[in-house]
């Protein structure tokens, strides 16, 4: 597992990017797209001509777009809802997700040979993603998205419809 290192910035964007910051929309989406580039930058052994970033819909879509930009390489999307997932033909394929709970999303099509890069994982899904893993942070918080403005217990505000400012 690959875990950035904290600077001032990164401390500052992930202050933005916690569920009880009350940021969402635009400036949560810039956020999302910083801290893709700055771990992008990071993130070794991957050639732009032979990797693809695969952003997983709809809540890593910004992260996806900051290391897509950062590294230069191609970028396509999934659906996990609506798709079956289909691997790029590229060497080095990157799945790339906002938060990543239990992993049962990104388990089913995760191959030993593709990287998993996300901004933030709860801790208890640490170990199924190890050796795949580049993340911004780990957490040790854990619960369950919904529409609401305010974690209580263990329901919270849901990442996804805060970056596209639905709630």
Do not use: W
Request: include cysteine; aromatic fraction near 8%; glycine fraction near 8%.
């Amino acid at each position: 597992m690959f875990e950035i290192e904290k600077t001032e910035r990164i401390n500052q964007l992930i202050a933005c990017t916690k569920s009880d910051s009350g940021i969402a929309g635009p400036k949560l989406a810039r956020a999302h797209m910083e801290l893709g580039e700055l771990l992008g930058a990071r993130m070794q052994g991957f050639s732009p001509e032979d990797t693809t970033v695969v952003a997983i819909l709809r809540g890593g879509i910004f992260f996806a777009q900051g290391i897509y930009f950062q590294m230069g390489c191609r970028f396509q999307t999934f659906d996990p809802k609506h798709e079956k997932f289909v691997r790029p033909k590229t060497k080095h394929v990157i799945l790339t997700d906002s938060v990543i709970h239990t992993g049962k999303t990104l388990l089913p099509i995760l191959e030993e040979d593709m990287a998993v890069a996300c901004c933030v994982i709860q801790e208890r899904a640490v170990p199924a993603f190890e050796r795949q893993l580049f993340t911004i942070r780990v957490s040790e918080n854990s619960f369950v998205g919904r529409e609401v403005f305010r974690q209580s217990g263990a329901v919270g505000p849901d990442t996804t419809m805060r970056l596209f400012h639905l709630l």
